[in-house]
């Protein structure tokens, strides 16, 4: 198996080349899941859960116990995907795909005759990669939703709009509109819970994403770094808001000079994303009539 996936991505195209399906349309994931021959029993149900018990030969309480935690699952050589159906559909149809993966995808049928625990564990972590690979593919269309995305603004309520078109949760579709978009762009997402700290409550950074365009600087964000509640990304962002233009800008030192960033926000109910676009560099000075983001 290559380490960069392109085995992955190439099987994820020629499936959906086979499919054809037509424009404008979320792809039909529970469709796909019968053409598959495969069973969706959700999790939610004593039923289901004595019947996970039995495929997979677990306590029923430890299931329960796991059950929050637990998206969905495939249990190998069977023809049933197990999906926990309190999460939001959204959710479930990228779960549905990322199950679908483990059956279509050739070699992990083969998963079981490994004997080496540890390659056994390394080849688990990968197979988990490429589903999400595959089901972003299928989720996302292939290149549609990039060609789409740069039909509309350079703006969060673009990728926003896509994620509803496509079907897909608002976190997965910003992730796919930065890391695809063809202009500079990042995302920055933060946990939505406040961490204590001695300074005081924070946010933590989980992830940034940056487009292949976004202009070379010293990370002004990495994940696990703290914001504090009063920064003020945080503080011009009202909590009965879902997104927000941010009134501040934040800048940076590029090699052609200082870049800035408009800043906007989207939040569900467990993660802040910040979402930056750069204006046009400008030659280095010392002084500026905006206000300016703290940096970290």
């Known amino acids: 198996m290559e380490d960069d996936f392109s085995s992955t991505l190439q099987a994820a195209h020629d499936y959906l080349q086979e499919l054809q399906l037509p424009e404008g349309k979320p792809t039909p994931v529970d469709h796909l899941l019968r053409q598959e021959k495969l069973l969706v029993q959700s999790l939610a149900t004593r039923e289901s859960l004595e019947q996970a018990r039995d495929i997979l030969g677990l306590d029923i309480n430890v299931l329960i116990q796991a059950l929050p935690k637990i998206h969905g699952m495939y249990p190998e050589g069977t023809d049933v995907v197990f999906v926990n159906l309190n999460s939001l559909p959204e959710r479930q149809r990228f779960v549905k795909l990322h199950e679908l993966a483990h059956k279509v995808l050739p070699w992990q049928i083969f998963s079981h005759l490994e004997t080496d625990d540890v390659l056994r564990g390394e080849t688990r972590e990968n197979f988990e990669i490429e589903a999400n690979m595959f089901a972003a593919e299928l989720l996302f269309q292939g290149a549609r ?108 030192d590029t090699p052609s000079g200082i870049c800035r960033c408009n800043l906007q926000m989207f939040r569900n109910s467990y993660r802040m994303m910040v979402f930056l676009a750069p204006q046009r560099a400008q030659p280095r000075r010392q002084n500026s009539t905006r206000s300016q983001v703290q940096r970290l």
């Open 145 to 252: 939703f990039q060609n789409q995305a740069l039909l509309e603004p350079l703006d969060i309520r673009s990728a926003l709009k896509l994620a509803q078109r496509f079907g897909a949760s608002a976190q997965a579709s910003l992730q796919r509109y930065v890391h695809t978009h063809e202009a500079p762009c990042a995302l920055v997402v933060l946990n939505e819970e406040r961490t204590s700290t001695v300074r005081g409550p924070a946010h933590t950074v989980r992830q940034v994403i940056t487009s292949q365009a976004f202009p070379e600087c010293t990370p002004w964000w990495k994940p696990g770094d703290l914001l504090p509640s009063e920064h003020p990304l945080i503080r011009h962002f009202k909590r009965s808001a879902l997104t927000a233009n941010i009134p501040e800008y934040i800048t940076f």
